[in-house]
């Protein structure tokens, strides 16, 4: 026993040990992975001092098993106990005796999608946990509450509104199905936007409550860091207070990009506005050719406004083109308008008023410049992350110098050891909720419950909400051409026509699904397109398949679902190599 002590006393890192243990070894190599001197000695070399020595350490620590790990004079315990210190990023502080108790176990800055979902899975694993979220006011003046982009400016208001288009259409269809007077229903955009706002500010009120019942201390400020482990946090009222935390989650998120023209700022909106609109937006530009621009031309159009879309280069970058060129196709043939190859150059103000009119001039890719009038521009023309003005370079973290975000490993860790990204701002990340979800559970359990495995970033399917619903998981037709070679691809395509389509007799030929398999994994299908109603409901079900490596041939055993529009993957037989038309010529 005393030479226990003894031992403990003299080594700030002690560890009693047996040479063939791989618990002990895994330990070891934590210790000189983290440059942290330690001593250990094997009890099973020590015959027969060592049993001794062990039956000493069970009095001392009730502890029977080996590794048995101190530090400071301080017991620690065995593996599982040194590889939690480890994870939450307290070890090494603890084994240089510098660890002082912080006012958190972690903060989390940022209250969306993967922050709100980090801090809620940390606190039920016990910990103590904050949350700083901001909401600096977009140019326009517009600001919302808790839950981030998607909650208030993105997923929920988009869908909301996707949804109002789509049943606008349904209106008109109806009358195919039996229901009459449907020529007289119109849209009314305050209606919407007021019961649309309405269930944000209960989700904000359900956000805010949760982190209560979690005991989740939630701080209404905007953080900013004053050293790795020092926040400072601001108010709405400048009122100034600082808090220390072992760990810190940045989960800030992006707001959207201006275009560097005269006018954008002081006349033009971004999606930050759109969804909150007192007024009818009217006549509509929309700059920019992605996700948001797409989805937003889309609804506005179902409401019946006149909607133009700016595009500089290609519909959808990163989207497979040949489901990008179709969906363009399909919003002209439903009245939104293209201005393509085109860029725009200045906004001046003709009227003021909700809405004015504004005097758009542009470029077009001859080099000729023209004018329209709009009574909204709105630039969906990408997002920036919030890392500028957060101190994170100044405290070592690094960033991607090329779009802001925050460099990390396959575990959210930046470069600054107690400090990790998720979300949006987390460098090589789709930029979708349920990945920020997913990745902030997923850190809250390494750091402080059992988990080990990374977030797996392959094979995320996503979908885009334009009027015809676009949905995918996996590779595009051109980016697996580019890897494996056209040889190897065999592509598997059908157009169909949703039962819903036929009385209506609309969008024949519009709808259309294909499947992209790698002949040398045995036709393993490494891309999943789908263009049509529901497509964001389809694909979730078959990326299960996709991430369990399903082979064309297991589509084929599938049995269908009739009458629905899934049931054509179940079938596929037409390769695109053979030419044979995909066109539906009758039901
Ligand atoms: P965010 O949700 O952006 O949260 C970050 C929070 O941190 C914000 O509240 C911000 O105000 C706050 N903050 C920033 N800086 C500070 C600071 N210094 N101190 C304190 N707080 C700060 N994804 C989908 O999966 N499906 C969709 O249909 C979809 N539609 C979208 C539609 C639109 C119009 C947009 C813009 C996005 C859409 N997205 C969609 C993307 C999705 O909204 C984001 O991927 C998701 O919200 C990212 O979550 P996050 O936690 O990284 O950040
Ligand atoms: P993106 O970065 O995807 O697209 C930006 C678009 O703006 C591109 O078409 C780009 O054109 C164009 N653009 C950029 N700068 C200019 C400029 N100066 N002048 C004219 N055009 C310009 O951004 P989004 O805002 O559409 O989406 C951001 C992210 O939000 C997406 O990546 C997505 O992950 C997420 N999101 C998800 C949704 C969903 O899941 N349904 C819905 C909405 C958003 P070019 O191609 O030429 O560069």
Redesign the pocket.
Known sequence: MEKVQALIRKNAVMVFSKSYCKFCNKVKDIFRTEKIDFHSIELDLMCPEGAVIQDALAKLTKQTTVPNVFLHGEHVGGCDATVKLFRDGTLAERALGTYRKRDFDLVVIGGGSGGLAAAKEAASLGRKVAVCDFVTPSPRGTKWGLGGTCVNVGCIP?KLMHKSALLGADIKDSNHFGWEKVERAKHNWEKMAYEVKSHILSLNFGYRSDLMLKKVQYYNAYATFLDKHKLKLVDKNENVIEITSDNIIVAVGGR??Y?DIPGAREYGITSDDLFYLQNCPGKTLI???????L?CAGFLAGFGLDVTVMV???LL?GFDQQMAYMIGAHMESHGVKFLKNT??LRITEKSPGSPGELAVAYKMCDGKVKEQQFNTVMF????SPCTSNIGLEEIGVELNKRNGKIAVDDYERSSVKNIFAIGDVRDRT???TPVAIQAGRLLAKRLYGQHDEPMDYKMVP????TPLEYGCVGYSEEDLIALFGPEDIEVYHTHFQPLEFTLPERDKNKCYGKLICLKSAGEKVVGFHILGPNAGEITQGFALAMKLNAKKSDFDDLVGIHPTCAEIFTTMLISKASGISVEKSSC
């Open positions: 988009k959207p990009n275009p700059v920019g050719a992605s996700y948001v621009a989805e500089r280069s290609i970058r860029i725009p969906a023309t990408g997002r789709p930029e979708l996503t979908t885009v909400f």
